[in-house]
DNA sequence: GTCTATATTAGGATAGAC
DNA sequence: GTCTATCCTAATATAGAC
């Protein structure tokens, strides 16, 4: 029986409320562990923004590593913008979007970056989940850069998996060498300025 | 008096013999620091590895800051090839040479890229060595693309300072998914494409 | 210079009252 | 569902013997 089906019966019963403390627990873990990261972020940091004792956080979230993957998972479903695969719109617009999304919304960057570099360890519980990302990303838009190629709009000798592997490690180094000096680096310039090399002008 | 000075009394002393004490310590702190980043990796894993107690490695180091800025002063001068400004052969032999010696050395990269994004955080011990870095290395490229500018092999639209952020973000981002997932990412090879996009061909 | 013993603090997690 | 009290473990660091 999930928590939907129940919501149905009850829609702003005890459950309603349930959830909702739940995303409020989450908004702050993400806080949290985007300042200090996974291990350096405790669950009494959370207490403290939340206003609630650190024991009744594991109510909602019987270990650290639950916190972790609901975070993960708010990330993908509330906090960022992508809407699935990257190929309605076209690739250069989708990821130019995205990334000026991203600079907007604080700790967001910040969220991701940390935990990725973290997640290398792989006896770390978001391992698997930045293993995947990074996968899925770099098929997303090997894709995206094929599109383009049937369109003429790749220069030759620009081979479509090594530019996706290529824009998504481009795009996490802006967002590293942002989070150290905004200011210094423009990401979606810089973006920008990588679609002009790779493509063809549309005329 | 320094170390150095003392050292020409007393080559074989026991001042040589603590010096190589410390290297012993700062090479294990390298690698656990690299496994489970700073705030992951403890004293007792470092004495662990090199078979002291842990209250031994206080005497050589006080604080585990002094730990990581010792490593971090290791990793530029003992692990790393870097020769300085990468002026002399020029950027593209100078970075693909670094890139391909760096994935050689077992735990070079790991331990810079956990070290860089756990570094984020500004009260974090290692936050002005990475941003002192991130500012060298893009002032170092910018200038060795102007170089190439000069030659008149950048491409028209390149800008040096964008090529510049550019190539350091794309670089640790390839790093990155190296970590995460060895095989399915050509560090080397993915720079080479990025200077073949930006330069023109030599003839 | 290296050790044992220990102080101190903090983190994750459990038990159980309310 | 939220709390207090508590356990257990681990981490940095100190004191002092040898």
Redesign the interface.
């Known amino acids: 029986m999930t928590t939907e089906e129940l919501g149905q019966r009850r829609p702003r019963g005890p459950y309603a409320k349930s959830a909702e403390r739940r995303e409020t627990i989450v908004a702050a873990a993400s806080q949290v562990f985007a300042?200090?990261?996974y291990?350096?972020g405790s669950f009494q940091d959370v207490a403290n923004v939340v206003g609630m004792s650190q024991t009744s956080l594991l109510h909602y979230f019987p270990t650290k590593r639950d916190l972790l993957l609901a975070v993960l998972e708010y990330r993908d479903t509330k906090l960022v913008n992508e809407s699935g695969v990257p190929l309605d719109e076209g690739i250069v617009c989708e990821v130019l979007a995205q990334s000026e999304y991203n600079v907007g919304v604080p700790g967001l960057i910040?969220l991701y970056?940390?935990l990725?570099?973290?997640?290398?360890?792989p006896d770390h519980p978001g391992h698997a989940y930045?293993?995947a990302r990074?996968?899925n990303l770099?098929a997303g838009y090997a894709e995206g850069f094929r599109a383009l190629a049937s369109e003429g709009r790749l220069?030759p000798?620009?081979?479509p998996d090594?530019?996706a592997?290529?824009l998504?490690?481009?795009?996490?180094?802006?967002q590293?060498?942002w989070?150290?000096?905004p200011g210094?680096?423009d990401v979606p310039?810089?973006l920008r300025?990588?679609f002009?090399?790779?493509l063809t002008p549309t005329p």
Request: glycine fraction near 10%.
């Open positions: 300042s200090h990261g291990r350096g910040e970056t940390v990725a570099s973290e997640s290398i360890s930045f293993v990074f996968g770099r220069r000798g620009v081979d090594v530019a592997a290529s998504v490690a481009l795009w996490d180094g802006l590293l060498q989070l150290m000096a210094e680096v310039a810089a300025a990588y002009d090399q790779v």
